[in-house]
């Protein structure tokens, strides 16, 4: 069969599905921008980009949207798994319920969407995956470990598929940015699962305040962050590049926190963290 080059981009209704839309249509791709709410879309269709539902937790809506690219191209050939959400709070506050919740959207829902575009990239012998992760995928400060964790498990296994179908033709890599100047950050570090009563509220309200300062630039973490549209760039790297890398970090920041946990052993790591982010 012919190849598509028919991109699905996930979580399209602001920030990096949106900017990563708008650049891959801009390239000449057929992109589908999807969101839970389609009507987030306006702007995008306006554009010329074709726009659906798709709730990344909904296997129905999943499914239709995988049917409609298969029968309008033949085959989904670039998957953009961007779509997540973010719940913070110490591990001792966070509900059971919220876990299992912030696991569907940020593991389950992209596992289950590479499970249905697979089949038919492996027919066409060709297809991109791209796994939107973050540098927290790779070590986790405190207060974040439940998001933290989705996104570790999101490397791993994005790991494991790279092998799986690299036979087949088939590109799987990862997107690592840092602190990216989108609303997604500024509403998750702002929301904590704690209670009322909490033994963290002291920190929470730390991180609320730093979250703000980071938001605002008035700190590193804030004069280095990148835009979304900065993040779109390196997916389309990653999508049009012959020979994709497995990791692509983002940005200054991205670059030197990964460098610093290559290189140094786990207690000196621990006070690089302690020192770059606030603890209880």
């Excluded at 981009?9 to 389609?38: E, F, K, N, Q």
């Excluded at 009507?39 to 296997?59: H, K």
């Excluded at 933290?148 to 990862?174: C, I, M, N, W, Y």
């Excluded at 963290?200 to 991180?207: A, D, N, P």
Aim: glycine share 10%; aromatic share 6%.
């Amino acid at each position: 069969m012919a190849s598509s080059r028919a991109a699905l981009v996930t979580g399209c209704s602001s920030g990096i599905g949106r900017a990563t839309a708008l650049r891959l249509h801009r390239s000449g791709l057929p992109v589908y921008a999807t969101a839970r709410d389609a009507g987030t879309l306006g702007e995008l269709a306006a554009n010329g980009i074709r726009t659906m539902r798709l709730d990344v937790t909904d296997e129905e809506s999943m499914t239709a949207a995988v049917e409609q690219v298969n029968a309008e191209h033949g085959a989904v050939g670039i998957l953009v798994n961007n779509a997540g959400s973010g719940v913070h709070g110490a591990v001792e506050d966070i509900p059971l319920s919220s876990a299992r919740a912030s696991f569907e959207t940020n593991v389950f829902g992209p596992m289950r969407l590479t499970q249905l575009v697979l089949p038919r990239m492996r027919e066409q012998r060709s297809g991109r995956i791209v796994n939107i992760s973050s540098v927290l995928g790779r070590f986790s400060p405190p207060g974040g470990g439940l998001y933290q964790a989705t996104k570790h498990a999101l490397e791993a296994f994005s790991d494991s598929l790279r092998a799986e179908v690299a036979p087949f033709g088939v590109r799987v890599s990862l997107i690592e940015p840092a602190t990216v100047r989108t609303r997604f950050f500024a509403t998750a570090m702002g929301q904590f699962a704690g209670r009322p009563d909490s033994a963290y509220r002291e920190f929470y309200e730390t991180l609320a305040n730093w979250a703000v300062d980071v938001h605002e630039g008035r700190t590193a973490a804030g004069r280095f962050a990148v835009s979304a549209e900065a993040v779109a760039a390196v997916i389309e790297r990653a999508v049009a590049s012959r020979r994709p890398r497995a990791r692509f970090p983002v940005g200054t920041l991205a670059h030197g926190a990964l460098g610093a946990r290559r290189l140094l052993p786990d207690r000196l790591f621990d006070r690089f963290v302690a020192a770059q982010f606030p603890s209880p």
